[in-house]
């Protein structure tokens, strides 16, 4: 996949960017060497390769280091609604945006 001038003007347009004629040149040879790096990655075969936990795994074992899951505060529920406009039952009631 590759951009066109056109491309780029549009999306300039809904950015609602103003770019100078070699700013947009500059920009559609960099978003086109992305898409170049992205087609390169497709076109490896990576049948049978178990994904990472974390990027350094390649080369050393790693532990993630999770802590506890434990509460750390107390419950400050009705404290922090008290300045809310609608609370009910616990939780914050908001106006329907949504039909």
């Given at each position: 996949?590759s951009?066109?001038?056109?491309?780029?003007?549009?999306?300039?347009?809904?950015?609602?960017?103003?770019?100078?004629?070699?700013?947009?040149?500059?920009?559609?040879?960099?978003?086109?060497?992305?898409?170049?790096?992205?087609?390169?990655?497709?076109?490896?075969?990576?049948?049978?390769?178990?994904?990472?936990?974390?990027?350094?795994?390649?080369l050393?074992?790693v532990?993630?280091?999770?802590?506890?899951?434990?509460?750390?505060?107390?419950?400050?529920?009705?404290?922090?609604?008290?300045?809310?406009?609608?609370v009910?039952?616990?939780?914050?009631?908001?106006?329907?945006?949504?039909?």
């Amino acid at each position: 996949m590759s951009l066109n001038s056109e491309d780029i003007e549009r999306i300039a347009h809904l950015a609602r960017l103003e770019l100078k004629p070699l700013e947009r040149e500059r920009l559609l040879a960099q978003i086109n060497g992305f898409f170049d790096i992205v087609e390169q990655m497709r076109a490896v075969d990576t049948k049978g390769v178990e994904p990472l936990t974390h990027p350094v795994a390649a080369l050393m074992d790693v532990h993630l280091r999770l802590r506890e899951d434990a509460v750390s505060e107390t419950n400050q529920r009705e404290a922090n609604q008290q300045s809310a406009p609608a609370v009910e039952r616990g939780l914050f009631l908001v106006p329907k945006v949504i039909e």
